[in-house]
């Protein structure tokens, strides 16, 4: 249902044959090439020289240009054992080659829930914002001269935030072409995504911290109580009205599964008995009639007067005007040394991410609801 393809815009944007070179792109030909003794050729070169271009002053590893994230096949076979019947061809697999960019953001509901992607951003990034004024347009007479309004205006600056990860591969593990590309992909791709995710929802841009949603100044909040409470009805519907964006569009609830099993045993009316819990039976049912996306990267260890530790958030809103962006591509650090007696391989990788809200009032979030 959330099946998000980025990927796509960028590869539109190639000639045919610069999609078919950027498909001959490999990970783990990539890495091995990495290693001492090892040469870089072809598109795994062109794409680290590519990137060396596109983040100019950045130290340390190397950097693949945001194209080598786009980089995938339709599927592949291992020929090291294909062959004819009773010499491995039972075994061999054809698997499809995601692009990196495709299971990084499958990972993240909020791109999910309609978050705006800024790609390959060059420096940092100012984005202008403009704010109503109390001053609306109204009719006049035919020949009255019209109400003069301007919009203020502010700035809301991004820059890169650094968010690393690591894997520890074997060197046997690396060449055998069988499943070690997909997994390569798959590991860096989840644990670069839930680290941008978490710092996107919950940052408290403290240092080189990003700036979340529920620390932004300025966002609307529904309070449970002193020291927390369980969510009722009456919350979830103050949470939509506390977002004062113009039209229903875009709006989502974003929930850890804590609340969600809560909220599945919560009566909207407890003294009614119509039988109606504030949540749905369904894995992805609405919430109040929006959309409700579940994540366990909502914090769900807020503290709140005695109950500390133990709150969740509920967010609401306009995700439209979450604004992600992203910084080149993967800096990568290639290290056989560390750990060479045991013949492990450590690949550091590190994406440049920052994540902002354009319009403070198209969220809310309430961030002392009890699941226990």
Not at 56 to 75: D, E, F, H, N, W
Request: net charge neutral; glycine share 10%; hydrophobic share 40%.
């Amino acid at each position: 249902m959330y099946n998000i393809n980025v990927s796509n815009t960028t590869r539109a944007q190639l000639s045919a044959s610069e999609q078919r070179d950027l498909d001959k792109f490999s990970f783990t030909k990539y890495i091995l090439a990495s290693l001492p003794n090892g040469k870089l050729e072809g598109i795994e070169k062109e794409m680290v020289e590519e990137g060396r271009h596109e983040n100019t002053g950045v130290a340390g590893g190397q950097i693949l240009s945001y194209k080598a994230m786009c980089a995938g096949r339709g599927a592949y076979r291992n020929d090291l054992t294909a062959g004819t019947s009773g010499s491995g061809s039972q075994t061999v697999a054809t698997e499809a080659q995601r692009p990196l960019i495709d299971i990084l953001f499958e990972n993240m509901p909020l791109m999910a829930a309609g978050a705006t992607l800024v790609p390959n951003v060059k420096g940092n990034l100012p984005i202008p914002k403009f704010t109503r004024t109390v001053t609306r347009a109204s009719e006049k007479a035919e020949t009255a001269a019209g109400t003069e309004f301007t919009p203020a205006t502010a700035t809301v600056t991004m820059t890169p935030h650094r968010i690393p990860a690591h894997i520890d591969l074997t060197r046997s593990f690396l060449l055998q072409s069988r499943g070690a590309e997909n997994v390569l992909r798959d590991y860096l791709a989840r644990e670069l995504a839930a680290r941008w995710e978490a710092q996107a929802i919950g940052g408290d841009g403290i240092g080189s911290n990003m700036l979340g949603i529920l620390n932004t100044p300025g966002i609307g909040s529904v309070v449970g109580g002193t020291n927390g409470l369980a969510a009722t009805w009456a919350n979830i519907v103050d949470l939509e009205s506390s977002v004062t964006v113009a039209n229903d569009i875009g709006r989502r609830y974003l929930i850890n599964s804590a609340t969600r099993r809560r909220l599945k045993k919560t009566l909207r009316n407890p003294s009614g008995t119509d039988g109606t819990y504030i949540f749905g039976d369904t894995l992805e049912a609405s919430l109040n009639g929006y959309p409700a996306l579940v994540s366990d990267l909502v914090p769900a260890t807020l503290t709140k007067g005695t109950s500390i530790g133990v709150c969740s958030a509920i967010i609401m809103g306009d995700f439209r005007d979450l604004l992600l962006a992203q910084w080149g591509g993967v800096q990568f650090l290639i290290d056989p040394y560390t750990q060479d007696i045991a013949g492990i391989v450590r690949i550091s990788a590190a994406l440049f991410v920052d994540s902002a809200i354009k319009r403070v009032e198209s969220f809310s979030a309430m961030q002392d609801a009890l699941t226990t």
